[in-house]
C-alpha cells in the first residue's frame, strides 16, 4: 500500500521503491511535514523529526502552557500566514470581517485507489486504479468557515507526488481566496542550488543556476500566460549533485496562467517551497457552498541526478499528462509554410511548397497565418476564422483536397484566443475583448485579447473552429497565442470578481480545448505562444507536442531544447530544419546540423524545398528516411542529457529504445577547433553486456561506450585526410547504435 496511516501517532507515509513522504497531525492538529526523499523503512512513529524539544527567545508560541511549539519552527504541508509562522503562506483567505487568519485542523481522510481528475483542469491521471493511490486529507477553519482538502497522489512507480488543493466555503458569508498555492514543501535544509529555466521571446528555457540563499527567490508569470520569460518548473539539486548522481527535487505546475515558483529559506535555513498560482492580482470570491480547486503541481525526488529526474517527468507527461490518439503515436514528419511565405502566398504556391515536401516524404502540410478574413498583415483578420477567399479561391477544404490528393495530411494554424480591431468579430462583439473601463487598451502585434472568462465567446469561436475542423477535415491544429495580457478586466465580471479574471481566462482556453479535443479526437493539436511561450504541462495536457521556439536556428536550438527537457518529454519539443541565413540569427549553419538537432524533437520543415539545390534536396530525402527509421526511439526513449551547451563548445545527448537494442546519439560543436585534442563522450542507459554496432560498424559492448566512450573526434584534429570530410563550425554527428 503506497498510503500508510499509523492511527496512533497520527503519521502518513506515502511511499513506493523510490521515494516516501512523510506527514503527521501536528499537536495543534494542523499538518506537519517531516520527511520528502529517498525510500526509508516504515516507522509507526517519526515524531523525532519534529524537533519541537527547543525553546528559541523572540519566537510566538501558540499556548502559555508550551514553550516549545511555535509554527516558525515546525515544517508544515499548507503553511498559514498570521499567528506563528511569518513565513509565505500557501493559503490566505479574505473574511467578512476583514481578518486573513486562517488555522485549518485536520479532520479526517481518504484514501483511494486510482487517482481522481479535477475537473476542469490538466491534472495527471490513471488508466488503472492498481497505478497510484490518493490520499484527500480534510481540515477545517471553522472560523471562517473554510474546509480545506488537501490532495496527494502517488505513483506506483517512479518518484513522483501530484498535490493540490480544493477550499470549500461552508459558512454563510462570502469570502475572498488571495492566494491559494498548489504545493508548500518545507525541506529541512538549504543545502540546493536553486535551477530555473528562463528567457524571452526566442530564447526560451535557458538554465540559470545559482545557490539557493536566505530569504526569498522566485520566478512567475503575470502576463496571462506561463510565457517565454519563465517557465512553471524548478529543480533544486544539491551541490554535489550533476546530470548523472545525487539529489535532486524538481516542481512543475500543471497551469498555463500566471503562476509563481519560490523558495523562501529561513533564517534557520529551512526552505520552504510554494507553487501555485500567483498571488499577485488574484482574488477568487468563494460564495457558500462554493469549491475552489487549485491547479495540481508533481514533485520529483531522484537520486540518480538530474537526467533521473528528467525521465520520471519524461515518463509521467509523456504517458499519464498527454493523451489521446497522439500520445503513444509517433509523431507526423511536418511542413510548415510560414517561415517560406509569411503572409505572401497563394493556393498554388503552398501546393507547389507542399509537392515537394511530399516528395522527400514529408508527411502532413501545415498552413501557417493569414488564411483567413482580411489577414495579409498582422494588423486584420484575428476572430474571423473563415477562409480568404483571394487566397484561397476553394475555401480550406479545397486546398485540404489538393494536399491530400498529394498523399499527405492537412493542418490549419488558428489563434483561437486573439481579435484585430479590424475583423468583422470586433465589429459585431466589441465589449468581447478583455479591457479596463476608462483605459487605453495595450496592443501586442496589433491585436487584442478576447475574453475567454466569457462562456459565450469561447462557444462562439468554439462554433467557427469545429466547422473548419469539420467540413475540411484537418488532421492537426497549431493553436498560436501571441501576445501577453494587460489591461485584464472583464465586462462581464462584478467589480468583486475582477481578481478572478486571468484564472478564468484560462480555464475559458482549457474548455475550448477539452471541446475541440473531445469531439475531434484524432486531429493532433500543437501548442505555440510566439514559439514557447506557453511551453508548460497544462497545455500538454491537451496538445500533445509544442513549437518550442520561433527561433529555428540549430545552435540557438541547441540551448532552447536542452533547457526544455529537464520537464519535457522529447515527443513534445516541435522542432523544426529552417532555411539560411536563419531569419532570427542570420547564422549559416549545415543542412546536416540543422537535422542533427531537430530530430530530438518531432521533426519538420519550416522552408521551401523548392528552392534547395538538387544535392540539398537529395539530403532532405535522406534525413527523412533517417528520421521515419529512428522516430520511435528518438521521440519515445529513454533520453539522456550528456554535455551541456550552457557549460562549452559541445552538446552531446542521446536516446535509447526501451529494449536497449537502439540508441541515437547526437553531438554538436558550435566552433570549430584546430589541431584538437581527441574526444570522445561517455554514454548512458546501454545495455552492459550487448554489443553495439556504430553507423552499422564495429562491435562495442555497452560498458566500453559507457565507460570508456564513443569516439567524436573528426577532422579537426589533423590535417583532413584525402578524400575525408573536413570539419567547419556549427558541425554536428549524429550516431546510430544498434545491438548486433
Ligand atoms: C508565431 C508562431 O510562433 C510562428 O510559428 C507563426 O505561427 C507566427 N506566430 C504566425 O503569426
Known sequence: MPVLFDEKNKTFHLCNDEISYIMTILPNEQMGQLYFGKRIHQRPDYSYLLELATHRPVTAYLREDDRTFSLEH????????????????????????????????????????????????????????????????????????????????????????????????????????????????????CEYDWMQFSGAWARERHLKTRKLTQGIQSVGSRRGHSSPHHNPFIALKRPTADEFQGEAIGFSLIYSGNFLAQAEVDTYNVTRVLLGIHPSGFDWKLEPQESFQTPEAVVVYSDKGLNGMSQTFHHLYQTRLARGFWRDRERPILINNWEATYFDFTEDRLVEIAQKAQECGVELFVLDDGWFGKRC???????????????????????????????????????????????DLYRAHPDWLLETPGRPMSHGRFQYVLDFSRREVVDHIYGMMSKI????????????????????????????????????????????????????????????????????????????????????????????????????????????????????????????????VAYFGTFGYELDLNRLTGPEQEEVRKQIAFMKSHRRTLQFGRFYRLKSPFEGNVTAWMSVSEDQSEAVVGWYRVLNDVNAPFTRIRLQGLDPSRCYQIDGKGCFYGDELMHVGLITSDASTGEVPVGGQPSCDFDSQVFVLKVL
Not at 150 to 161: M, P, Q
Not at 548 to 569: N, T
Request: with cysteine; glycine share 8%.
Open 469 to 596: 475542423l469539420e467540413e475540411a477535415k484537418l488532421s492537426y491544429i497549431k493553436w498560436d497565442m501571441n501576445r501577453s495580457i494587460t489591461e485584464c478586466y472583464s465586462n462581464a465580471l462584478p467589480a468583486d470578481r475582477q481578481g478572478e479574471v486571468f484564472h478564468r481566462y484560462i480555464l475559458g482556453v482549457y474548455d475550448l480545448y477539452e471541446r475541440l479535443t473531445a469531439r475531434f479526437p484524432e486531429v493532433l493539436f500543437e501548442s505555440c505562444a510566439s514559439g514557447g511561450g506557453r511551453f508548460d504541462p497544462g497545455m500538454l495536457y491537451y496538445a500533445p507536442q509544442a513549437w518550442a521556439s520561433d527561433d529555428s536556428d540549430a545552435v540557438e536550438r541547441l540551448k532552447i531544447q536542452y533547457g526544455s527537457s529537464f520537464c519535457y518529454p522529447i515527443s513534445s519539443i516541435g522542432s523544426h530544419v529552417s532555411v539560411v541565413p536563419n531569419h532570427q540569427v542570420f547564422r549559416i549553419t549545415p543542412l546536416h546540423t540543422r537535422a542533427n
Open 74 to 189: 515546525v515544517k508544515q504541508e499548507y503553511g498559514v500566514y498570521g499567528t506563528t509562522d511569518f513565513r509565505q503562506p500557501a493559503v490566505e483567505v479574505l473574511q467578512e470581517n476583514g481578518s486573513r487568519l486562517s488555522d485549518f485542523r485536520y479532520k479526517g481522510h481518504q484514501i483511494t485507489p486510482g487517482k481522481p481528475r479535477l475537473a476542469g483542469l490538466p491534472a495527471t491521471y490513471t488508466e488503472q486504479d492498481s497505478e497510484a493511490e490518493t490520499l484527500v486529507l480534510t481540515l477545517e477553519d471553522p472560523v471562517a468557515g473554510i474546509t480545506l482538502e488537501l490532495l496527494y497522489t502517488i505513483f506506483a512507480e517512479g518518484g513522483a507526488i501530484a498535490r493540490s488543493a480544493r477550499l470549500t466555503n461552508c459558512g454563510e458569508k462570502a469570502v475572498h481566496l488571495l492566494s491559494a498555492m498548489s504545493l508548500c514543501l518545507d525541506l529541512p535544509d
Open 377 to 423: 498583415s498582422d494588423h486584420a483578420g484575428l476572430g474571423d476564422w473563415i477562409a480568404n477567399p483571394d487566397r484561397l479561391p476553394n475555401g480550406v477544404s479545397g486546398l485540404a483536397r489538393r494536399i491530400e490528393a498529394l498523399g499527405m495530411r492537412f493542418g490549419l494554424w488558428f489563434e483561437p484566443e486573439m481579435i484585430n480591431k479590424d475583423s
